[in-house]
């Protein structure tokens, strides 16, 4: 039974770990208005960035510096309310001269950092030719250890997910068939066997969590230059963000189910609405 039990665990825990996150996707960008080096008659009354993932615009920013080196943004920059690729900003007219704008973004859709700068110029085309020619770049941020992250949180998700396969689809029936047949001391092994399982997995879902969201704050914190607590304010608002938040709380759901009902859990021969809530919360997690 015991190797029934682990056996069954470890399948599954391999098919989880097979579903992951793209980890190498960033936000790029695919077309600057005005274009990259162009030569303008006069002042555009905005700069936008058609990015390929969607922005997240709490911890994204836009600024444009004049020909005098001064900051010629109006306002704070915003998504085009029609599509979240586009991140734009109104800036006024400085005069002739190169324009130099600098952006750093959040990709809402994988929570990825990325940063680049580009010119235009309004006036002269020698202006751009001279001094800006080929100055494009593009800095994509992913830390190595973010797949760490990633991999602490499927564990411990594979060890819920184990547990509750394990309990409703081998404990449960080999209750009913062999209820005599099952000593105590096996019985007893096998809740605590189990209850170290959700436990730990318990563990690793909070560590995975918290591990996101120190290194996503850490690399944000470079970005904007602001303190760690008021970065992970930021960071904590973004889609990326408020999800790792969101599955950690599930996970912790997920563990205070089990253990508030663990007694019924073991006891009863049929799936409780105990095992069906700890389900529902795993499943939400895992979205």
């Known amino acids: 039974m015991k190797k029934k039990s682990f056996s069954c665990l470890l399948l599954f825990s391999f098919l989880l770990f ?13 077309t600057y208005e005005p274009e990259s080096s162009a030569v303008l008659a006069h002042a555009p009354d905005r700069v936008r960035i058609d990015f390929s993932e969607r922005i997240e615009p709490a911890a994204s920013r836009i600024s444009v510096l004049g020909p005098d080196g001064s900051h010629v943004e109006i306002g704070n920059a915003a998504l085009d309310p029609a599509d979240s690729h586009f991140y734009q900003i109104a800036i006024k007219d400085a005069g002739v001269g190169t324009y ?7 990709s809402a859709d994988d929570g990825h950092f990325t940063k680049g700068a580009f010119v235009f110029s309004v006036g002269k085309e020698s ?18 250890p973010e797949a760490v992250t990633i991999w602490l949180e499927l564990f411990g998700q594979a060890f819920l997910l184990g547990s509750l396969l394990v ?10 068939q062999f209820r005599d047949a099952i000593a105590p001391e096996d019985k007893s092994l096998f809740e605590r066997r189990i209850t170290w399982i959700v436990g730990a997995g318990v563990v690793f879902i909070i560590a995975g969590v918290v591990s996101v969201l120190v290194l996503k704050t850490l690399d944000l914190e470079q970005l904007r230059s602001t303190s760690f607590f008021a970065t992970l304010n930021i960071f904590a608002r973004t889609l990326d ?3 790792a938040i969101a599955r950690g709380m599930l996970g912790i759901l997920c563990g205070l ?31």
């Open 167 to 176: 309990i409703v689809g081998i404990w449960k029936p080999l209750r009913q």
């Open 100 to 106: 130099t704008v600098v952006w750093q973004v959040v």
């Open 241 to 243: 963000g408020s999800h």
């Open 127 to 144: 202006v751009v030719q001279n001094s800006v020619s080929g100055q494009i770049q593009i800095n994509h941020i992913t830390m190595i």
């Open 18 to 30: 097979g579903v992951g996150r793209d980890a190498l996707a960033h936000a790029t960008p695919i």
């Open 257 to 287: 189910v089990f253990f508030l009902g663990r007694g019924a859990i073991f006891k009863y021969n049929r799936i409780s609405k105990r095992e069906k809530v700890f389900a529902a919360l795993f499943f939400l997690m895992a979205l």
